[in-house]
């Protein structure tokens, strides 16, 4: 294979890319990018052979680290019998095996799996489904839904209705379906009779109720309380309104138990993975429902839910994720990521001590806090940080003013003390900058 230069790489992405979230003229006018050859545990190694330690396991995919070996093998040994084949009506071992092992370690109730191809495909399902279910199940004026404020959900324009953060959605306004929208941050006695009241005089009309279960992550990594989750479980049930658990980010341990929704006992009657879902290897991803969803659909054919993606259940992606499970189970990832866990919060609170950082929050394997001034996905002072911290061999991604860390779930200690330190000297720098 040849290659090219650094400086060819970067031409060509400066004259063809398009970057996700990326304010181009930025791009083209800052420093040259990061350009990353090779990835391997929680490492990053560029094209100059420079290393950093991936702070956020690559948009918080990488949850076993890069290319840990099992899930290359898997993928490796199935790419030479199938890659895909359409799953409508006919199918293969690594589809039905991965939706079986699934359901065994989902929330009891969560019994049926329909794949999709990434997080906002998933909740996109979510949102079909529950108005399908309604539509021909005696309630069809069950058209809403509610979400948090400073929700994120993915980018297709069903999902984009129930986003709360402001400069995702703007462009937007107008054309997307009606979402109703609480923030529930502070659990004090009114703001759950305020909850309350709106299920009272809307609950009729909801479909569902879509939740990031404990940490709403694009949002700015907002923790919140358990009961405020137990409490929308509570109104939805005595309401007949869905509860919909988006663990795109927050599944796989990433808070500290396999789901989020376990932190409050509840059991959602839809719930959707992705990201780490495949170990940050493809693109897939799933969503499960209850027996109820699922009879929902039965009977005559014109029930049935006339959804699909040309690559639902592939077997590439189907066959890693069920490795992902495996090495979650005979690695002990969750057990062993609790011990890195209470170090990640004592760092977090040691950040907090620096001048001009405020509200240090940490859940599992997520920490962050945010930078004094004012608040916003376009606020930079983040970035200021995330560049101390290249210069330290380290690579973050802010949102706005909010500095986090949401590194692999089996980062190795003593990387783990290097990712705490470098970001600790990384706010102290911009901290005295100012
Ligand atoms: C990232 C994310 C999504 C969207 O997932 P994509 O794979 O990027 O489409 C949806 N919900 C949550 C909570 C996410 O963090």
Known sequence: MSRITRDEIIALDHRFLWHPYTPMDRHLREGPPLVIERARGSRLFDVDGREYIDGNSSWWTALLGHNHPRLVSALNEQSQRMCHVALAGITHEPAARLAAELCRVAPPGLCRVFFSDNGSTALELAVKMSLQYWFQNGRPERRRFLALGEAFHGETMGVTALGGVDVFRRPFEGATMECLRVSPWSTSAEDFSRLAALFEQHGDTLAACVVEPMVQGAGGMRVYGANVLSELRRLTQDHDVLLVADEV???????????????????????????????????????????????????????????????????????????????????????????????????????????GVTQPRALGMVGAVTLQGPNGYLQRAGWLVSEQARQRGVYLRPLGNVVYLAPALNIDDAELELLLSAVHESIAAVAEQS
């Not at 796989?252 to 409050?264: D, I, K, L, Q």
């Open 249 to 355: 980010f927050t599944g796989y341990g990433r808070t500290g138990p396999m789901w989020a929704c376990e932190h409050a006992g509840i059991v959602p009657d839809l719930m959707c993975v992705a990201k780490g879902f495949t170990g940050g290897m493809l693109p897939m991803a799933a969503t499960l429902c209850s027996e109820r969803l699922f009879d929902g659909f039965r009977g005559a054919d014109e029930r049935a839910f006339f959804y699909g993606h040309t690559y639902c259940g592939h077997a590439l992606g189907a066959a890693v994720a069920r490795e992902v499970l495996a090495v979650y189970r005979d690695e002990r990832i969750l057990e062993r990521a609790a011990p890195k866990a209470a170090r990640l919060a004592a760092a977090i609170d040691g950040m907090a001590q620096l001048p």
